[in-house]
């Protein structure tokens, strides 16, 4: 009895046109779930042994773009389930490490010659078990470390592959994380001791220190001593939470730990053994009978088939832990549902002995328990499609076996991978940038900026950082911003609607017909983008007197769906009735006295560029400004603020209008106004946008006015180097004009002739052979190369501009 490599579920649903693209078909098919109107959702979460990274952020945050289209924008109910994976042979060797570690540190204060002796030893250590082209008869020190890397790992360093024609890749890129980790313990042991803290030094040699404590009294840990490891994941679970609501990612409907369903667990791995699907070792763990599986008619590694006999991934899947001895399966391709533990290991009891459970079952039983015998959507980044979601499928489904050959998962979802210079971002490679690390410290991205490159992105294609598409993502972002501030903006001065349509109704709707056309295809979110910023475009270059307030409004609030929809707008629902996002106005207290400054100085500016200016106009402008009391100075300078900056500039302004004449008052105003813009109001995150004919528009400096103000800095700095530069050659140049031509050939200039006719030039070399013709010729066009430049210095030196010698 075989089963059809995809069921297609039957039944309705009321967003019929919806298509959904299916790993287990590898195609575009309609979406339908179990239940009309609601959709029952796993997603495998993060594995906490440490701090997530952007690669991290791209799986959930699209996971979260996709689940917010599926509630808000087609209307399903969604029951959203998520694990942790708080044990894994990851977080049982990071914990174990990170505690004897800990332990070290507290019995070794102080770093002495004992503790730079064990550190030296650990880093030998580490180097033998990760760069093996370096043998153990190589002499390696600190001292000759980079001279043995470059001489093993040269090729590699440069761009070169371990395996001759093959590209580089994850393997290369884990080998250079060897070398840094190396090279970064090296240079802690070859500094002066008092050049480093304890806390500095430690932290330099942690991964060899981990490592060789691990070997030498990992397996002292016992079984039960779970808060070994808890301490570990609690903390990082706590981290994670913490990033993905920075991220504005929405929270699990319901949350599944490991170490809170061993027994579930055990269970559920005793079901699929009575069901003759699995098998006992004689070690005590439990493995998945892959031929018994097929021989009762359900197929194999359906999401990726061509990776089912490789052994690399298989490895992986098993984890660094695992039974070493291939022998106790019966197949290559078996995998363990439940592993007796071994010690140094956590251990939960069950029939077989004490074990820990398998990768793959955890997320089986776990979503098996919350969603039942079949779910409709399960997700996970890319990676997880062969062995883990693979031999998720076939467990589960071996665990429902009752005849009826059920499909377990009806639709899975895998996003891709975002990559930094060709490898994708991994903890164990160490290539990545913490999601905080990138938010709150270099602060180069925003969550509403990384949520529009995910969205800019297909959901599972990979994305590559590039200096492109942090440009793309800003032109977006820029476009929205002055959208929504033009449009609320334009609002106040519309006329008021009449029962004329609306100039730009068709182009909404083709807009917003073209948008649901992409999101209906599988969530296609590029090209929303593209009609949305469309859209804007043609908004933009329409009439603004042509345009009804429905116009803006429509427009305006059609946008804000999206972006809300989208989740660039915090956790706002789909339709608030307004026009914007966050981060468009300015603070309710900077008001009462931006506000004012504003319309003072464009009263101030227009003035000045008509050269209308005088004082007394001055006095009558700034007088139209309220005064603000500052408290007195004291001991430190007031920090800045809105109501300071309104008061020095009406100051100034007045100081200005006192102390120059009407000539110069013009230029001295726009001078102030222009300070007061880029650099009073700036240092506020506030900026004045100066429009032609129109008031200045207040808003908040947002990363795309910042990006654009450092381009400007940067090009005004390239600029000036350049000049610079060519003012040094030129300098240069003119001084090696300082010599008379009539000594250039001679000593101390040059020891090469021993004769020369009376201009200087050479005629007898110095041992006293006549030159040649040819010699002689080019001889002559050096001395009068030499004599125009001699000429133009003593030019130079007669109005000043030679410099100094």
């Known amino acids: 009895m075989s089963q059809p490599p995809w069921s297609q579920p039957t039944g309705t649903t009321h967003q019929p046109e919806l298509k959904v693209y299916n790993s287990l078909t590898r195609s575009k098919v309609p979406f339908i779930p179990l239940k009309t109107e609601q959709i029952s959702w796993y997603a495998c979460g993060p594995t906490v042994y440490d701090d997530s990274h952007l690669g991290h952020a791209r799986n959930y945050v699209t996971t979260d773009i996709i689940r917010r289209l599926l509630r808000d924008y087609f209307h399903f109910k969604v029951k959203f389930v998520m694990n942790i994976t708080d044990v894994d042979d990851k977080i049982i060797l990071r914990g174990r490490q990170r505690h004897l570690y800990e332990k070290y540190k507290q019995d070794h204060r102080y770093i002495d010659d004992k503790v730079r002796q064990d550190a030296r030893q650990a880093w030998l250590y580490y180097i033998q078990k990760n760069l093996k082209r370096i043998g153990p008869r190589t002499l390696v020190t600190p001292e000759t470390f980079d001279g043995v890397i470059e001489h093993f790992y040269g090729d590699i360093l440069a761009g070169g592959s371990l395996e001759p024609g093959t590209k580089a890749g994850d393997k290369e890129a884990k080998v250079k994380m060897h070398i840094n980790t190396s090279r970064s313990t090296a240079k802690a042991l070859l500094l002066d001791p008092k050049m480093l803290t304890p806390h500095e030094f430690y932290n330099r040699v942690n991964d060899p220190m981990c490592l060789i404590l691990d070997s030498q009294f990992g397996r002292d840990i016992r079984g039960d001593d779970y808060d070994v490891f808890t301490k570990l994941t609690k903390e990082y679970e706590n981290r994670f939470f913490q990033d993905m609501h920075d991220l504005n990612v929405m929270d699990p409907d319901d949350i599944v730990r490991v170490t809170e369903h061993g027994r579930e667990i055990a269970d559920y791995v005793k079901k699929i053994h009575d069901n003759k699907m699995a098998y006992r070792t004689s070690d005590g763990s439990v493995y998945f009978d892959i031929k018994a599986f097929e021989a009762a008619g359900y197929p194999y590694a359906r999401l990726e088939p061509w990776n089912r006999g490789d052994k690399e991934l298989q490895a992986d899947g098993e984890g660094a832990l695992s039974q070493k001895d291939e022998s106790v399966k019966r197949s290559e391709a078996d995998f363990a549902l439940w592993k007796a533990s071994r010690p140094g290991e956590p251990s939960w009891p069950s029939e077989w002995g004490p074990g820990r459970p398998g990768w793959h079952i955890e997320c089986s039983a776990m979503a098996s328990g919350k969603l039942g015998q079949q779910m409709d959507i399960h997700s996970g980044g890319i990676d997880l499609a062969f062995p883990h979601h693979d031999n998720e499928l076939a467990q589960s489904e071996a665990f429902w076996a009752d005849g009826s050959h059920r499909q377990w998962v009806n639709y899975f979802l895998h996003m891709g991978h975002l990559s930094i210079q060709g490898s994708k971002m991994s903890k164990s490679l160490k290539n990545f940038t913490t999601i905080r690390e990138a938010i709150h410290v270099r602060r180069e991205w925003t969550s509403r900026s990384l949520r529009i490159v995910f969205l800019l992105g297909g959901w599972r294609d990979g994305i590559e950082i590039s200096d492109d598409m942090v440009v793309e993502c800003r032109s977006w972002e820029d476009r929205v911003d002055n959208f929504f501030l033009n449009a609320i903006e334009n609002i106040k001065d519309a006329r008021a609607s009449t029962e004329q349509k609306p100039v730009l109704q068709d182009i ?99 003035a000045a560029i008509a050269k209308s200016i005088t004082a007394e106009k001055v006095q009558e402008i700034v007088s139209t400004s309220p005064g603000v009391e500052e408290p007195p100075f004291s001991v430190r300078p007031p920090k800045p603020s809105a109501a300071r900056a ?160």
């Not at 999206?562 to 966050?582: D, Q």
């Not at 008052?665 to 240092?683: E, F, H, P, T």
């Not at 003119?734 to 030039?761: C, M, N, T």
Request: with cysteine.
């Open 508 to 606: 909404l709707q083709d807009a917003e017909g073209k948008v649901r056309a992409a999101l209906l295809d599988s969530f296609n979110t590029p090209v929303a983008m593209n009609v949305i910023s469309s859209l804007i475009n043609s908004y933009n270059s329409a009439k603004k007197s042509d345009l009804t307030e429905h116009d803006h409004k429509n427009i305006g609030l059609f946008v804000t769906r999206m972006v809300n929809i989208f989740g660039l707008n915090g956790n706002e629902p789909a339709n608030t009735g307004t026009i914007g996002w966050k981060g468009i106005d300015i603070s309710d207290d900077a008001k009462k006295y931006v506000y004012p400054l504003a319309k003072i100085r464009d009263e101030l500016r227009q």
């Open 646 to 805: 309104l008061n020095d500039f009406s100051r100034s302004a007045l100081e200005a209008a006192s102390a120059v004449d009407s000539g110069d008052l013009n230029k001295q105003i726009l001078a102030l106004c222009d300070r007061v813009r880029d650099v009073d109001l700036w240092q506020l995150d506030i900026y004045l946008e100066d429009r032609e004919n129109l008031p200045a528009l207040v808003r908040p400096v947002t990363e795309g006015l910042k990006a654009a103000r450092r381009e400007r800095e940067e090009k005004s700095r390239q600029k000036e180097e350049a000049k610079k530069k060519r003012e040094q050659e030129a300098l240069e140049k003119l001084q090696k004009g300082r010599l008379s031509p009539a000594e250039i050939f001679k000593p101390p200039h040059s020891d090469e002739y021993s004769a020369w006719d009376p201009d200087g030039v050479p005629t007898t070399a110095k041992d006293g052979t006549a030159l040649t013709a040819s010699r002689l010729k080019k001889l002559k066009k050096e001395w009068d190369n030499q004599r125009k430049a001699h000429e133009k210095y003593l030019a130079a030196t007669q109005n000043g501009s030679a410099g100094q010698s």
